[in-house]
């Protein structure tokens, strides 16, 4: 009975993972599979007639194929990130609580860049970092290094 009594004070229990940390993470698959979208959409289109823009002149622009796979290769790098950034966070890494932090710092100051349609993004970032920094968010990220 001593033993037992021993080895259940020894035990560590790890915290339980917050509910801002589930939002997080289904943000963070949402934001891989639509990242993942983009950008074998961004590839596909190079196959057929390449898409065009109009600048506030009203000249149209053909965009490179180059420019649609780079894009489309940089999207598809971001989503594998962003799925690997949902499987860190589910098990509490402290490198995915710094990453996600940097990246909606980054979401934030690029958001303001694409004003008026920046302000979802900088929204989102924002709450995402809120969340993150919680006390019982910080709490979950601190279990592992």
Not at 37 to 48: D, R
Not at 54 to 61: F, L
Not at 132 to 143: G, I, L, R
């Amino acid at each position: 009975m001593g033993a037992e009594t021993k080895e259940n004070m020894s035990t560590t229990t790890s915290p339980s993972r917050p509910f801002g940390v589930l939002i997080v993470t289904a943000l963070l698959v949402i934001a891989a599979v639509y990242n993942l979208w983009i950008g074998f959409l961004a590839i596909f289109s190079s196959f057929g007639e390449n898409p065009t823009w109009d600048d506030i002149y009203g000249i149209a622009h053909t965009i490179p194929t180059f420019q649609l796979w780079m894009f489309g290769l940089l999207s598809i790098f971001l989503g594998l990130i962003y799925f690997w950034l949902t499987k860190m966070t589910m098990m509490g890494s402290a490198t995915a609580h710094t990453i996600i932090s940097m990246f909606m710092v980054i979401n934030i100051v690029f958001g303001f860049f694409r004003l008026p349609y920046g302000w979802a993004s900088i929204v989102i970032s924002l709450l995402v970092l809120l969340m993150v920094n919680t006390k019982s968010a910080v709490n979950w990220f601190k279990q592992t290094a």
